[in-house]
């Protein structure tokens, strides 16, 4: 039967099959859909950090034209709290008390006929507090701390007795600020009732996890619930919870017996959607003065909200990233008063690797060694805990074909040496991975009487390709042309598939779609297994293979039939099939499950003048495992690479410690790069398929940011000297 290992259509850049619906305004995101007789909500937020409602008035608010309702803790019926998922136990259900936790929380939702009017009442709703004393610092000494919140605490061989044996050590204090996702969409949502059943737009990144969390706030069937999200305006991970809004939608339509939509505000997705945590990290490094490492120690705290349990292991990527005998990380989280974090593209290793690749870099420095052969030389060419092979692992090749790509030969060594003119120029490199990550999924396939197919999911695609690399992959499975394969995706009523996130859902939704389509073709098999007309008759799966939209014997194109006739001659409309996906297991298969590796190779400008720092060019080598689609896979990595850039020069969520309000929460004070920021960005990929999985992909969504902040710190160290352990780095760091 057909497989990849030759494919013409797989691994080609194929245009993205969404992009007409997209250029041209067809395609309907959540905001886009509107009913009959909808009503409109507007949020109230809160306007301190921590302490209680003395008293809420809303009745000027009521009395507003066009307003239906408004609905309070004091209004709002008991609603459950959402399940446990994969990502972490979900938030908070709204307005169960008089309690407030961070400012912008949500006391009130207005809902009215109009959007502006709904606004306009919120703005009449007066809200009385008391107010208590907020924490908002990690260091504060009155925070709880959690202790290795997610059992991913590390120890492996003598870490007290290889900083005995080191030569050099290195060690330093590495922090990073908030972040806050900021997909170009604003996060949307529409609700309405059938009686008891429920229908959604959301935006969101995982449908089904949005499905089982309203059943159980609402205590209604899942059978009765249909999401929806077949576009998505971008991510970056605010999606992949389901946050308060979306329950307070459902609860507005439900209340006023109408569909009911609520659109955040630019502010309101700085407090509503999770961001990017902030870390304190302390790194230790121990090596000889022949650059072999011989003790790492990595600590990290981050913060997280009141009643939260946000996954942000910062330290875990120092565990398995070198070949050294003796390592123990060790994560801790701050429980704060400020909004609920959540995963924002590379969730903790953009932070972490930030710290461990900034110390590698110094101690290369440090024992006298260039800082690529520094890292080859302690290259881990198993994996450091299981001792167990990789699956894949071309990390090698990246740091050699970057090197070479790039032209690292031409760097000078001594730090302030290259210059351009009174210029200051700099070249940095970090090494980077990403962990494995994949869930189950499902995927079913249908051949009709026309010969199409139809394959579908309830997966999302948030601008990555999923509808793309997921109609190449089904058209060559199933021996068809791309024009005659229709993907489908974003619906809670098609067969489960988990979050686009973690750059797992190509590989989970891949294989079960390989699944699928080869059970497809088994199917029109069996149809034919008895069948005196058929050239089929009696085969077997590995007796065929599939070629424009014909089962034929393998190496005899001419003993065949097409679907099309089977279909016809048995009276049949189609045919379908159920595919699923299980993830591997090392146990298994006796090795060690790679997620993506890379290195990043940045070469930077400083006037030393005016502290300007401009990233004149990036390389960044990827092992992504199977390439489905080089044009967006490439894509991936450069939007990636804008991220790492903003991580590290430009973005960082400024929380006013008296008040713990955000007070940069808008486009025109939140930095971020524009097309002047940046440059020459060149992506090449390396190695092969992954020998874990039939489809064989890594993933390359999270990938492209990892290692941007330190490969850019590093270059600054090489252009100026100095050693930048805080991000973003600022003129004022950089004033020499």
């Known amino acids: 039967m057909t497989t990849l290992e030759a494919g013409k259509i797989v691994g080609a850049g194929l245009d993205r099959v969404d992009a007409p619906l997209k250029v041209t305004g067809t395609a309907q995101y959540p905001n886009d859909f509107s009913f009959p007789g909808m009503a409109h909500a507007a949020l109230v937020r809160s306007t301190i950090a921590a302490g209680r409602i003395h008293s809420i008035d809303v009745t000027e608010a009521l009395a507003a034209p066009g307003v239906l309702t408004v609905i309070t803790h004091l209004t709002a019926p008991k609603l459950e709290r959402g399940p446990m998922t994969l990502l972490g136990g979900s938030p908070a259900a709204p307005l169960q008390d008089d309690r407030i936790l961070h400012y912008g929380q949500h006391v009130a939702v207005v809902v009215a006929e109009s959007a502006e009017e709904a606004r306009h009442a919120a703005s009449l709703v007066r809200v009385q507090y008391e107010a208590a ?132 505000t630019r502010p309101e997705m700085f407090t509503s959607v999770g961001h990017r945590p902030n870390s304190v990290q302390q790194i230790k490094i121990g090596a000889t003065r022949d650059g072999d490492l011989v003790a790492i120690e990595h600590h990290g705290i981050s913060s997280v909200a009141m009643e939260d349990d946000d996954y942000e292991p910062v330290s875990v990527c120092s565990a398995v990233s070198y070949a050294c005998p003796n390592v123990l990380t060790r994560d801790r989280q701050a429980r704060l008063n400020i909004p609920c974090p959540g995963s924002m593209r590379a969730p903790a290793e953009g932070q972490g690797n930030f710290a461990l690749e900034s110390a590698i870099d110094e101690v290369a420095y440090a024992v006298g060694l260039d800082p690529l052969e520094f890292r080859l030389r302690n290259y881990a060419e198993q994996h450091p805990i299981l001792n167990l092979p990789w699956s894949s692992k071309a990390l090698r090749e990246c740091y050699l074909e970057g090197a070479e790509r790039f032209g690292w030969s031409r760097r000078t060594p001594e730090p302030g040496s290259m210059r351009d003119g009174r210029g200051l120029v700099g070249y940095g490199l970090a090494g980077v991975s990403y962990p494995f990550y994949q869930v189950p999924c499902q995927a079913r396939a249908s051949v009709r009487r026309d010969g199409s197919a139809y394959v579908r999911s309830a997966a999302t695609d948030i601008g990555t390709g999923t509808y793309t690399v997921m109609t190449q992959l089904a058209a060559e499975l199933l021996g068809l042309d791309v024009t005659r394969v229709r993907f489908d995706l974003g619906d809670s009523d098609m067969p489960y598939a988990p979050q686009a996130g973690g750059s797992g859902l190509t590989g989970a939704l891949g294989n079960a779609v390989h699944t699928a389509c080869r059970r497809l073709v088994r199917e029109f098999l069996d149809v034919v297994r008895d069948d005196a007309q058929s050239p089929l008759r009696g085969a077997a799966d590995d007796d065929v293979t599939v070629t424009d939209g014909r089962i034929h014997r393998v190496g005899d194109p001419v003993q065949g039939e097409s679907y099309v006739d089977i279909l016809a001659r048995h009276g049949l409309e189609e045919l379908s099939a159920d595919g699923r996906s299980t993830p591997p297991r090392s146990d298994d298969l006796g090795m060690a499950m790679a997620g993506a590796f890379g290195a990043k190779f940045v070469e930077v400008r400083i006037d030393p003048d005016l502290g300007l720092l401009r990233v004149a060019r990036v390389v960044s080598a990827i092992d992504g495992g199977r390439i489905l689609n080089e044009k967006t896979a490439t894509s991936q990595i450069v939007g990636g690479t804008v991220g790492g850039i903003s991580q590290a020069m430009f973005e960082e969520t400024a929380t006013d410690q008296g008040t713990g309000r955000i007070a940069n929460a808008t486009f025109g004070d939140y930095l971020m790069p524009v097309n002047a920021d940046v440059r020459d960005m060149d992506v090449i990929f390396v190695g092969g398929p992954d020998r874990a999985t039939a489809v064989g992909t890594k993933g390359v969504g999270e990938i492209g940011l990892v290692g941007l902040a330190a490969a850019i710190g590093n270059a600054v160290h090489h252009a100026t000297g100095r050693r930048i352990r805080s991000l973003p780095i600022t003129i004022d760091q950089l004033m020499l």
């Open 133 to 264: 004393e907020a924490l908002l610092d990690v260091d504060d000494p009155r925070a709880e701390i959690v202790v290795n919140p997610w059992g991913l605490d590390t120890e492996r061989g003598d870490v007290a007795a290889g900083f005995a044996q080191a030569d050099v050590v290195v060690e330093g204090t590495f922090t990073t600020p908030d972040n806050t996702n900021n997909p170009l969409g604003l996060m949307s949502t529409v609700a309405y009732w059938h009686g008891d059943s429920l229908t959604v737009h959301d935006s969101t990144q995982w449908p089904h996890n949005v499905r089982t969390s309203l059943a159980t706030v609402f205590g209604i069937p899942e059978s009765g619930i249909r999401v929806l999200a077949p576009f998505v305006g971008g991510g970056f991970g605010a999606g992949l919870r389901m946050w308060p809004h979306v329950i307070l939608t459902v609860l507005a339509a439900r209340e006023v017996n109408r569909p009911v939509k609520l659109v955040l």
